[in-house]
């Protein structure tokens, strides 16, 4: 979660860089315009905050929330967390270790804004 954050940060920062920038260069701007860019650099920052999980997918490091076969929608908050062990997409089966052991669950979303992906685990294949 925090490395998103990291990275919608430098996104926006770089692009209200290049407005700033394109605002001082250019002559017979107003600030109306120099607004219109703060909106342009704010929309595409947010726009990236919504994709970015999707393009990217569940990656081996990944923290992932744990759902059973009824959704909690408290999960992370109450510690029903795992890491992933393999790289995996929407739908895909990823190798996950929950408290020392392992195991393999299906790619049910990605959570994006303030949660990570739900994973739901598949029992019958506990690995040690």
Do not use: C, H, W
């Not at 926006?12 to 703060?38: C, E, H, R």
């Not at 999980?53 to 929330?65: A, F, H, I, M, Y």
């Not at 109450?78 to 195991?103: C, H, M, Y």
């Amino acid at each position: 979660m925090e490395i998103l954050a990291i990275k919608v940060a430098q996104v926006f920062l770089a692009l209200l860089a290049v407005s700033l920038i394109y605002f001082a260069l250019t002559p017979g701007q107003s600030l109306l315009d120099m607004v219109k860019y703060f909106a342009l650099s704010l929309g595409l920052s947010i726009a990236f905050l919504l994709l970015y999980p999707r393009l990217r997918q569940v990656r081996k490091g990944d923290q992932v929330t744990i759902t059973g076969s009824m959704p909690m929608p408290f999960a992370s908050l109450l510690g029903f967390t795992a890491v992933a062990l393999s790289d995996a997409q929407l739908g895909g089966e990823v190798r996950v270790r929950i408290n020392g052991r392992e195991a393999f669950g299906i790619v049910e979303s990605y959570e994006g804004l303030l949660s990570p992906p739900r994973i739901r685990i598949v029992f019958e294949e506990m690995v040690k």
